[in-house]
């Protein structure tokens, strides 16, 4: 079975840290656009980040410059590193692989940014 597993998440402050990690087992990741999206209460999942399987980033412009998303393909995972966190940054992060016709996703991990 494929499975995505979220870790990393937690509370911060404004302002702080926080470096997610996405651990892929039964797919070989590096063939795979890998992806971070997020979801906060009462609104849409979007998406936050992208790295294709040729290494190739893009990202929101609400994240551009603050978070930098990367992978280890030799350990089957994702990375996404967040600075600068804001409370609009608050929400449910989901890890995601894709390639042609399948998708993966994680379970989530939440990132609350509060004072």
């Known amino acids: 079975q494929v499975q995505l597993v979220e870790s990393g998440g937690g509370l911060v402050q404004p302002g702080g840290s926080l470096r997610l990690s996405c651990a892929a087992s039964g797919i070989i990741s590096s063939m795979y656009n890998m992806g971070w999206y997020r979801q906060a209460p009462g609104k849409q999942r979007e998406l936050v980040a992208v790295i294709t399987s040729g290494g190739i980033t893009n990202y929101a412009d609400s994240v551009k410059g603050r978070f930098t998303i990367s992978r280890d393909n030799a350990k089957n995972t994702v990375f996404l590193q967040m600075n600068s966190l804001k409370p609009e940054d608050t929400a449910v992060y989901y890890c995601?692989?894709?390639?042609?016709?399948?998708?993966?996703w994680g379970q989530g991990t939440q990132v609350t940014v509060s004072s």
């Open positions: 995601n692989a894709e390639r042609l016709i399948r998708h993966y």
